[in-house]
């Protein structure tokens, strides 16, 4: 079994930073891509952004500047620091890796962070 836990949401101001973090545990032989999603009420689930296991990344436009996402390969683990928080992020935050076992490759999925960001 492979689980993806996140850590790191809560309820911040404004202009203010958080950090989320995501660990993959379990049988796993080789984790390609990692990335981060977003879901707000109402709302489909977007795309924030992603890195590879070389390092390279890519981000929603809408976070471009703001949002920093780093992975320790080590730990198995995803980060996404977020700075200059908008209300506007506020949502439901998803860690997402695509995880080699035994030859086979597919997509795992956390659980989910809230994120809140107060006006």
């Known amino acids: 079994q492979v689980q993806l836990v996140e850590s790191g949401g809560g309820l911040v101001q404004a202009g203010g930073s958080l950090r989320l973090s995501c660990a993959a545990s379990?049988?796993?032989?080789?984790?390609?891509?990692m990335g981060w999603y977003r879901q707000a009420p109402g709302k489909q689930r977007e795309l924030v952004a992603t890195?590879?296991?070389?390092?390279?990344?890519n981000y929603a436009d809408s976070v471009k500047g703001r949002f920093t996402i780093s992975r320790d390969n080590a730990k198995n683990t995803v980060y996404l620091q977020m700075n200059s928080l908008k209300p506007e992020d506020t949502a439901v935050y998803y860690c997402?890796?695509?995880?080699?076992?035994?030859?086979?490759?597919?997509?795992?999925w956390g659980q989910g962070t809230q994120v809140t960001i107060s006006s």
């Open positions: 997402n890796a695509d995880i080699v076992r035994v030859g086979l490759s597919r997509d795992y």
């Open positions: 379990g049988s796993i032989f080789r984790i390609n891509a």
């Open positions: 890195i590879t296991s070389g390092g390279s990344t």
